[in-house]
C-alpha cells in the first residue's frame, strides 16, 4: 500500500522531523517488539493479537506474515542460522523456523514453558548485547504476577524480576553499565546496574516519570548514539526523547493526528537514521493511522546498532 509522507514542524525541542505513515494490508490490532533487520534491510515485528510475525520491506512496500499458535511477542533472529527465531507465545518460549514468505511456519519448537499465573503471557523482550534475551510477562488481571526472565546462551531462564504488572520496554546504555526497563503501569522508566559479563542486574531506581499533561503508560522504547531513550506512550499518541542520566524531557514526537495507541520503535534504515514505530489499534473509534507503522526521519540523531540476535548453545 502506497505510503503517505507529511511534515510536520519543530515540536517540543525536535525541529522538522518527517512521519511517512506505512499501512499494511490490514490495520494491526496490537503491532509490536519492532526490530530492524540490516542484512536484508527489513523491519521485524508482531501483530500479539493476531499470533503474527510480520516482514515489513521499505524498498518494495511487501508485507509478508506468518501466524503461530497464539499471543507471541517479542521475535528475534538467532544468531548464525538464517530464517530461525526466539519467540514468545503465551507462555512459552519457542523456535521458529520460517522461509520469510510462507503464511505457516516450517517448524515451531517449545523450548521452555513458564510456571505463572493463566492470567500471564510472555510480552516484550530484547537481547543485551552479549546476545542474552530478557522478556517479562503481562498480567491481564491487573495484577502483579507478571515477571523479568533472563535466557542465556545455554537454554537456562532466571527470573530477575517479580511484581510486574505489564513488562515492557528494554534497553542498554551505550557503555553497557545500565538497563533501562519499563513496567507500563508505573508510568516510569526504571534502571539497573548492569554487568555485562554476568547478565546481574542490581541497583533497581527510577529515573524518569511520565510528566502529569501526558496521559497514557510508556510502552516500548529503544535508545540512540548519544545515550538518549525514545519511549513511546500507550494511550498518549506521543514518542518521547529523554535523557535517562539528568531526567530530562528534550522533546516530543507527535503522532496525534494518526494513532493514540503507541507501542514501540527501533531505528532502522541503511543508516539508522530513520525511528520506525509502531502501533495498536485496540478498543478505540477508528483514528487515521492505528495500526500502522511510522517512519520518523529527520530527527538528527541515529540508532546504536541493528537488532542483537539471541545467541543460542543449545
Not at 510480552?123 to 504476577?145: H, I, M, Q, V, W
Not at 516500548?220 to 499518541?237: A, E, K, Q, Y
Not at 473509534?285 to 526521519?297: C, H, K, R
Not at 540523531?301 to 548453545?313: E, L, Q, R, T
Request: aromatic share 8%; hydrophobic share 35%.
Amino acid at each position: 500500500m502506497r505510503s503517505i509522507l507529511l511534515l510536520i514542524l519543530a515540536v517540543a525541542g525536535i525541529h522538522g522531523y518527517t512521519i511517512e505513515v506505512i499501512k499494511g494490508p490490514t490495520p494491526f490490532t496490537l503491532g509490536e517488539a519492532p526490530y530492524w533487520d540490516d542484512e536484508n534491510m527489513e523491519l521485524v515485528i508482531v501483530d500479539i493479537n493476531k499470533d503474527q510475525v510480520i516482514r515489513y520491506v521499505p524498498s518494495t512496500g511487501e508485507f509478508y506474515s506468518v501466524t503461530l499458535d497464539g499471543r507471541v511477542s517479542p521475535v528475534l533472529p538467532i544468531a548464525g542460522s538464517p530464517g530461525f527465531y526466539i519467540v514468545g507465545v503465551e507462555q512459552e518460549f519457542k523456535i521458529l523456523e520460517w522461509d520469510g514468505r510462507s503464511r505457516d511456519p516450517k517448524n515451531l519448537t517449545s523450548i521452555v514453558k513458564l510456571e505463572e499465573p493463566t492470567s500471564t503471557r510472555i510480552n516484550d523482550g530484547k537481547c543485551d548485547p552479549n546476545g542474552r534475551l530478557f522478556a517479562g510477562t503481562y498480567d491481564s488481571s491487573g495484577g502483579t504476577d507478571g515477571n523479568l526472565y533472563r535466557i542465556d546462551s545455554n537454554g537456562s531462564i532466571t527470573k530477575v524480576e517479580s511484581g510486574v504488572k505489564i513488562s515492557n520496554g528494554l534497553a542498554w546504555s551505550g557503555d553497557n553499565k545500565t538497563m533501562y526497563y519499563v513496567d507500563s503501569p508505573t508510568r516510569q522508566v526504571d534502571a539497573f546496574d548492569y554487568d555485562l559479563a554476568t547478565g546481574v542486574i542490581s541497583n533497581r531506581r527510577v529515573i524518569f516519570t511520565l510528566p502529569d499533561d501526558i496521559v497514557g503508560s510508556p510502552d516500548g522504547m529503544t535508545i540512540d548514539t548519544d545515550d538518549n531513550i525514545w519511549v513511546c506512550v500507550f494511550g498518549g499518541s506521543v514518542v518521547l526523547h529523554v535523557n535517562p542520566s539528568t531526567g530530562t524531557l528534550l522533546g516530543t514526537i507527535d503522532l496525534s493526528p494518526y494513532a493514540s495507541q503507541i507501542t514501540s520503535a527501533a531505528f532502522g534504515g541503511s543508516s539508522l537514521e530513520t525511528l520506525y514505530v509502531t502501533s495498536a489499534r485496540l478498543g478505540t473509534e477508528p483514528e487515521p493511522a492505528s495500526g500502522a507503522i511510522f517512519a520518523v526521519n529527520d530527527l538528527g540523531v541515529k540508532g546504536v546498532s541493528a537488532v542483537i540476535p539471541f545467541v543460542k548453545n543449545f
